[in-house]
């Protein structure tokens, strides 16, 4: 889990900045047919589930 939770982060993160440069990833592209205010708060909430996770599992082996 603390794998999935770094990848979705990560993939958050990168979501909230790209389209600052006009660019976009591909595979999260139907975020913008819901308008950019919910676009924001999906790559909002995939990046603090990304968060939670990784911090939630961090210290388990």
């Known amino acids: 889990m603390k794998e999935l939770g770094l990848g979705l982060l990560l993939v958050g993160l990168i979501s909230l900045v790209l389209?600052?440069?006009?660019?976009?990833?591909?595979?999260?592209?139907?975020?913008?047919q819901w308008g950019a205010t919910i676009g924001w708060v999906i790559r909002a909430g995939i990046t603090l589930l990304g968060l939670a996770l990784w911090l939630g599992f961090k210290n388990r082996d």
């Open 19 to 32: 389209p600052f440069t006009g660019m976009n990833f591909i595979f999260l592209s139907w975020i913008e």
